[in-house]
């Protein structure tokens, strides 16, 4: 995997236009840069790529940037041990790294790039270990990051293989997005072999526009669901990206075509230096309603805010029914309305 953070670099696969050059130079100093070669090839191709992995002077604008905050969800205040972060009765966060082979501009996790790069150590996943032994009503451990599927695989084994051990333990959720920014990462026979072997897991992908939707990513997924591994996505709703009914469409039916269930589509967290993606909520309640009159649900996301000051995820469906006195009215796919009684 060739991994370029350097302008120079980035401009022998994607040239620049001098502007872009000019945010890249002011820009990098407070926000660095990074990207695989893989996903710079297909930032050459897609406009939308490019604007997820090119910085721009908005990052820095701030009468924008300061409506935003560095941690608005508060994991570092709900923080049980160290990387974990415990704010729902039966679910648990375990942030293991913050390397990151791109970083996408739009990263709610922005304020750990300023940190030296950290990864879990042995002990940490032990302290995570015995945690969650400790606290049997957490039945679901989400490992995040930075990139997850990167760690040594030694450490990856360490937490997955102690998980499946803790019997209290149901569902272990990666969430990753090397199946599209470095799909041939995937493929490496040892980690294929640690997911299947650790039984327990599910992979969160992270695909934002269709353009993502590679032959290189298809196969990538095809992997990890043939290690019994189901795989859900995770979007983002970002302005100038896929902030409409016709790129979200084509997204969701693309993953839904390689075996992928959208999962949710979250509204941009205002988060510093981010705040230039974020679109209104009223857009987003929007483009769903349109959506779900064309899609099934099996290709339809929940849109999800996630409570700025770490009150959690509340998830949206648009309302298509009410209650009038003793009946249930309904608005069907196409426009009509029609009645049940509630007996
Ligand atoms: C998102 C999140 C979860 C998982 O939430 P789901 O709605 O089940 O996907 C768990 N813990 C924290 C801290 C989270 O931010």
Excluded at 171 to 184: A, K
Excluded at 259 to 281: A, N, Q, W
Excluded at 293 to 302: E, G, H, M, N
Excluded at 304 to 312: I, L
């Amino acid at each position: 995997m060739r991994v370029i953070t350097s302008l120079e670099a980035l401009e022998g696969l994607l040239p620049l236009s001098p502007r872009e050059r000019e945010a890249f130079r002011a820009v990098v100093p407070v926000y660095p840069f990074s990207t695989t070669e893989y996903y710079a090839r297909l930032a050459a191709e897609s406009f939308a790529v490019r604007r997820m992995l090119l910085p721009s002077l908005e990052e820095l604008n701030p009468e924008l940037q300061n409506l935003g905050e560095p941690d608005p969800l508060r994991e570092e205040r709900d923080r049980k041990a160290p990387c974990l972060t415990h704010r729902y009765p039966d679910r648990v966060l375990v942030v293991t790294t913050n390397y990151c082979p791109v970083l996408c501009r739009f990263c709610m996790r922005k304020r750990n790039w300023r940190r030296p790069l950290f990864t879990i150590s042995e002990d940490e996943v032990d302290a995570v270990l015995s945690y969650v032994r400790r606290n049997p009503q957490v039945r679901d451990v989400l490992i995040s990051g930075g990139e997850p599927l990167l760690l040594p695989l030694e450490l990856l084994e360490r937490l997955l293989l102690g998980l499946k051990k803790i019997e209290s333990v149901e569902v272990v959720r990666i969430g990753t997005r090397l199946p599209v920014v470095e799909p041939s990462a995937v493929l490496r026979s040892e980690l294929l072999s640690l997911l299947e072997r650790a039984q327990k897991v599910w992979v969160n992908t992270h695909f934002n526009h269709p353009d993502e939707l590679t032959a290189e990513a298809a196969e990538a997924v095809k992997a990890l669901l043939k290690c019994g591994v189901p795989v859900n996505n995770q979007t983002v709703l970002l302005k100038g990206v896929n902030d409409s009914v016709s790129v979200l469409e084509r997204l969701f039916r693309g993953l839904q075509r390689i075996k992928v269930r959208p999962y949710y589509l979250f509204h941009c967290d205002p988060v510093e230096g981010v705040m230039h993606f974020s679109t209104p909520i009223s857009l987003g309640l929007k483009l769903l309603e349109e959506l779900q009159t064309r899609l099934s649900p099996l290709a339809l996301p929940y849109y999800a805010v996630d409570g700025p000051g770490g009150y959690g995820k509340v998830p949206m469906l648009p309302v298509r029914f009410e209650k009038l006195g003793s009946v249930y009215r309904f608005r069907s796919f196409s426009g009509r309305y029609f009645t049940m009684p509630d007996r």
